[in-house]
């Protein structure tokens, strides 16, 4: 006897002008909490872009599904999820519409969140779901936690990391580096271990920012080096600049930050602290070791330190000293 052999569709593509997006906040949540540069909420809403989404604060126990109907817009089919799972992606949403979509199901649960055609959900009283399978189940980890919050981050900035070596940065230790969500990093550029990288920065092309250097909401050019223990915050720095290990940005004066623009082929030596706000023209030259407050031109050389003194033969005076001490 034959059996017929019934092979299942395939897999469809959604159009996202067809898809509604609800993020519900539950109460008791700090949405403010920073997941590598973002908050929660924003985490959300990055996995709702480009589709057409509204933020629901609910409460204990509120009815889901009568929040879905008072809510959703006139689109094919409603996604909810909740704002506390900040590792969900657009691509797992992309996925669970798509199984939806394909096998004709009316609703489907994920592991945290529904899809729902819209027009079923608005007309039904009871609804029944079928479990989305081959999701991601670190997606929907829930931030309810320091514990949990230290996980997600972990997972996250190996998200981060995982993509910037795919674009062809160079990270030595990518277990050992933090990197922001909204960071760019150009092609061939190297980051040491212990690097972190925080807030809109943009970091250029052949860069090499090596180990325990931070930089915050700053802009650093193409070919630029910023040697170990460095610290840049709220800074533009040209091209090919090289900025020596132990270099601060002084950048907070104790009420507001204040901005340092450092220009093409500038050389900061090592252990120079840079007092916001300050300028630092083309091929400006900083020696080791300055407290630079005042802007240096072109071509200059910015100098600032205390006079050395020497005073021959000290050792042996106090060796001195300290004897005829102890006999007294």
Known sequence: METEIKTKPLIVEID?????????????????????????VQWAEDAASGFAYRKVEIQKNDDIITIVKNT???KKYCVVIYADTPLLTRNTLEQAISFVASYGHKAAAMPRGWVFETEFVKKSLNIETVDIPNLDQDDFLVAYSLAQIALISTYQRGRINEKHLNNGIHIADPYNVYIDADVTIGKGTRVGPGVVLRGECKIGKNCRITNFVEIKKSIIGDG????????????????????????????????????????????IGSNSNLIAPLTLADNAYIAAGSTITQDVPTDSLGIARARQAIKEGWRLLSQSESKQTDNN
């Not at 519900?24 to 403010?32: D, F, I, M, P, S």
């Not at 915050?233 to 450092?262: E, L, Q, S």
């Open 16 to 40: 996202p002008r067809d898809i509604f997006v609800l993020i519900l906040k539950a109460e008791n949540v700090n949405y403010e909490t920073d997941i590598c540069g973002r908050t929660l």
């Open 224 to 267: 630029t080096k910023i040697a170990h223990m460095s610290y840049v915050g709220d800074a533009v720095v040209g091209r090919n600049c090289n900025i020596g290990c132990g270099v601060v940005f002084c950048n907070y004066d104790g009420r507001k930050k204040n901005p340092i623009t450092v220009g093409d082929g500038v050389f």
């Open 72 to 74: 959703v817009i006139d």
